[in-house]
């Protein structure tokens, strides 16, 4: 049977039940060779040779693919069609070929289908060909690129740049973007400025609303407002004036429907709708690409196959009725430069198959599968009719004109399935719906209203609209989109809160530094342009070695420039750099610099060890002096190199600190006498911003004392460990479910969740001996236990398990001895027991020599 290879199980099942018995359907679970993560995989001084190795993980599906060809001399190389998946075809190729699975009379074939359907597949077959080297040397050469960005300007961040982690080729590009839009919104200054509304009535008493357009014979600009007094004085020549209406005007208008989905405006309108980050929604997709739902998810095409367009008129005449439906097809013209990674749109396998059908009971599923069905679906329908008007509404002297708009919806086309999302948009006034008003009505006035706003500085980033950003710009391509925004997250270069991205102190130096002394690298234009040169690989057009010989030319060179910089150098460069930022001028007109503290020192970005920065004096330690990274008052929890001063308890001054593993607060300062002053970790759910002196001291205070336990009066401990909130009683240990808990328990409580602890029903009951033993001759009770794998002989924390034919009942002192001391001598728990003891086992010797008999008679 002809073996073929796909990449992941899932797909493999599915494919499977298409091909039938007649072939072995195996899964590769994704790339099954990578280049080792370490120096000299690429060799720039040997044309760019790059040695793999097959990842332990992958070595079993490799064999298991080798095994099946034992049996059959055909191989398959059925993987996703698009560059990604041609390069873990070739890499199939080439591992089963050195270990000779693959041999001369091997039929090796490529086939690729955009949709796991029974009729994609079985064309599929029906056209094999072989793997398309242009397609593998652009992967070549892409993996080449960020292998060599990789692991040398890493290092050089690790070097000058305190705490950077490391950078990649495309991701700090991407984070270049975040970090600028951050630098924008800081240095923003809002702008005043009013505009003036009326809630007006025409002759039959209907309100609507109109907003002031022309004053004292001028058209208003969106500053000529630019303050309550100005406002006020255009509200007053409304109200003094009678008004009707000048002109009315009607226009006919037509939406048309967006063009389906490629990769990018699926993340972008899942992130918009839903709020899925990019790789939730891939990971999403793909599992509805695996069930032969949808075609192929990452594409950056947005044409659809011909019988596509006909089943999706089909299923829109079915369903809604022929008006719904245009004269002729639509037709979508494929944005991307390059078509090799551009296939079809991302659309439903089959037209009929709606939401409800599919009958799917994972969520982001059920709800993406919904997206993509209704945006394709509207794809292909008729325009929306609109009729906006336009009613000019002014003063017998023309020194107040006033302008109200609304539009209606005449038919409503492709909108009664499907609405594109907006990116922070605000409400259209357009969308209202206006009384009848006809020219020369005389209005009354119900209200005149003054209004203030101020101008915003630019959003931050969502992820959906920084793709659309890099897509603009031409970094990146479809399958590395989630890569490249989730790679920045996961290395703390960027957060997001409430789906908004946020630069981190770490993101913005690596930015800075990359920006000054790797300018031409983070280039919107030069990566874009690479790219480019990299679908030019794609295309057959470019000779990949050449590509990455000019890339490195330059590239190498730029490294070694930075070898002789000093980390000082590069922070005053930074410091330069970001002063405006840091240091903006103060309404003082005194050196923003000077530190407020000392008033000597200079203020300059300082790095901490952990990798954090922030904002010193040069006069340290005399002058401890720190703020936040980032310009004054800029919301930050505050916490400096030596913490943050939350206030002092007697004469302790008590502190906010950032550690290697999350915030704490800390007693005191490390000194000689003090190397470890007492500390507490922050419990989860706790921000650094919530806490104060009251809320570190009771962290510090911990564990509390509740009170004797009224059976023993052994007292009775609440406090937070390494598996969260507890309560303690001798060696009993109970656990709570909420931090809050732990100050507030009383001794009921404490009492009440310890017995159940002991009962078993709150955690594991105390284990009851099968046959006490007495003490052992250096001290400590000796019992036979019953455990997991059997019974034991148990001794302090010396656990001997019990040989197979010994009844523990029969268990003797001298027997326990022998087997503890034997196990303590193993584990080195326990000195082995000192010559008086020797005797006693010379006494028992009998019994191991028996027992070792036995052993041997079993064998």
């Given amino acids: 049977m002809p073996v073929v ?14 091909l039938g018995p007649n072939y072995t359907v195996l899964a590769s679970y994704g790339h099954v060779r990578d280049l080792p993560p370490k120096d000299g995989s690429v060799d720039p001084e040997n044309n760019f040779e790059m040695t793999w190795e097959v990842a332990n993980d992958s070595k079993k599906h490799v064999k298991a693919i080798a095994d099946a060809l034992k049996d059959d001399d055909e191989l398959i190389l059925a993987t996703d069609p698009d560059r990604e998946g041609e390069a873990i075809s070739w890499h199939l190729q080439e591992a089963l070929t050195k270990r000779r699975a693959i041999k001369k009379s091997t039929a090796v074939s490529r086939v690729t289908f955009n949709a796991i359907t029974q009729a994609a597949v079985t064309e599929a077959m029906q056209n094999p060909r072989q793997v398309d080297a242009p397609l593998v040397e652009a992967y070549l050469a892409r993996r080449a690129l960020d292998y060599l960005v990789g692991f040398n300007l890493s290092p050089v961040l690790w070097r000058k740049l305190p705490g950077a982690r490391s950078a990649g080729r495309v991701q700090s590009v991407c984070l270049r ?65 009678d008004l009707k209406v000048t002109s009315v005007e009607a226009k006919p208008a037509n939406r048309n ?45 947005i044409d659809m196959a011909p019988e596509a367009v006909m089943s999706a008129r089909d299923a829109i005449k079915a369903k809604f009725g022929e008006k719904y439906l245009p004269s002729s097809p639509r037709m979508y013209k494929n944005k991307a430069k390059n078509a090799q990674e551009a296939h079809e749109c991302i659309r439903p396998t089959d037209m009929f198959v709606s939401p409800d059908d599919a009958k799917l009971t994972e969520s982001d599923q059920k709800k993406l599968y919904d997206l993509i069905y209704k945006r394709t679906i509207a794809s292909q329908m008729a325009a929306a009719q609109m009729e906006r008007t336009t009613v000019d509404i002014a003063s017998d002297d023309d020194q107040v004109v006033l302008r109200a708009t609304g539009q209606v919806v005449l038919f409503e086309g492709f909108i009664a399935v499907y609405e594109e999302g907006r990116d922070d948009s605000v409400i259209d006034d357009d969308d209202k719906r ?138 005053e460069k930074i410091n330069e750099v970001l002063e405006p930022h840091l240091f903006p001028a103060n309404d003082e007109g005194t050196d923003p610099r000077l530190c407020p503290n000392c008033g000597a020192g200079r203020l300059s970005m300082r790095t901490a ?191 001997a398990t019990l040989p197979k034919d010994v009844d523990p009942q029969d268990v003797t002192v001298e027997q326990a001895i022998e087997l503890v001391n034997e196990k303590a001598a193993k584990s080195g728990k326990k000195r082995k027991a000192p010559a008086k003891k020797a005797a006693a086992k010379k006494t028992t010797a009998k019994k191991p020599a028996a027992k070792k008999k036995t052993t041997k008679k079993d064998e």
Avoid at 185 to 196: G, L
Avoid at 215 to 221: E, I, T, W
Avoid at 273 to 294: D, H, S
Avoid at 764 to 776: I, T, V
Wanted: charged share 30%.
């Fill in 5 to 18: 290879v796909v990449e992941s199980p899932a797909k493999a099942k599915t494919i499977n039940k298409y």
């Fill in 609 to 799: 060890r952990s990798g954090g920065a922030f904002i010193g004096c040069s006069n340290y330690p005399e002058c401890r002096y720190t703020r936040p990274f980032g310009p004054p008052g800029a919301a930050d929890s505050g916490i400096g190199p030596d913490g943050k001063l939350l206030g002092y308890d007697n004469e302790d001054k008590i502190t906010l600190r950032d550690g290697r593993y999350g915030p704490y607060v800390q007693r005191g300062d490390v000194t000689e006498e003090v190397p470890k002053p007492p500390r507490a970790s922050l419990p989860k759910g706790w921000s650094p911003e919530s806490i104060d002196l009251e809320k570190a001291l009771t962290l510090l205070n911990l564990p509390r004392e509740i009170g004797p336990h009224p059976d023993d009066g052994v007292m009775i401990e609440a406090g937070l460990g390494r598996f969260g909130p507890f309560v303690k009683h001798g060696t009993t240990y109970a656990n709570l479910k909420e931090v809050d808990e732990v100050f507030e328990i009383g001794m009921n409580r404490a009492v009440e969740v310890l017995a159940l602890k002991a009962a078993g029903r709150g955690g594991r009951q105390a284990a009851k001996p099968l046959k006490e033993l007495g003490d052992h001759p250096d001290g400590g009770a000796m019992a036979v236990m019953e455990g997991r794998y059997g019974p034991y002989v148990k001794w302090e924390k010396v656990n």
């Fill in 434 to 571: 206006l009384p009848l008003l006809n020219k020369g009505d005389k209005t009354d006035k119900k209200s005149v209203t003054p209004e203030q706003h101020f101008t915003q500085p630019p959003p931050r980033y969502t992820e959906a609209t920084l793709v659309k950003r890099m897509e603009e710009l031409g970094i990146g391509r479809p399958s590395t989109y989630a890569s490249i925004v989730t790679t920045i997250q996961d290395r703390d270069y960027v957060r997001k809160d409430k789906n908004r991205l946020i630069p981190q102190d770490k993101g913005r130096l690596v930015t800075v530094f990359l920006s000054n002394y790797f300018k031409q690298y983070v280039e919107y234009d030069f990566t874009a342009e690479l790219e480019h040169e990299l679908d030019e690989v794609s295309a057959g057009n470019v000779d990949y070695h050449k590509l990455l010989e000019k890339f490195w030319k330059d590239f190498s060179a730029a490294v070694a420039e930075t070898s002789e910089l000093r980390i000082t150098d590069v922070l």
């Fill in 257 to 301: 429907p967006s063009p389906p989905f490629m990769t990018s405006t699926l993340q972008q309108e899942a992130s918009r709708k839903f709020g899925m980050g990019a790789r939730q929604t891939m990971n999403a997709a793909q599992r509805l690409y695996e069930a032969g739902l949808i075609t192929y998810m990452r594409t950056d095409g």
């Fill in 177 to 241: 973007l975040i970090v600028e839009r951050e630098m924008e919104i800081e240095s923003f200054r809002a702008q005043e400025y009013w505009t003036v509304k009326a809630m007006l009535a025409n002759p039959r008493g209907q309100a609507f609303e109109a907003r002031l357009t022309h004053f004292a014979g001028k058209k208003l600009d969106k500053f000529d407002i630019p303050d309550e007094n100005q406002a006020a004085i255009a509200a007053a020549a409304i109200e003094h004036r």
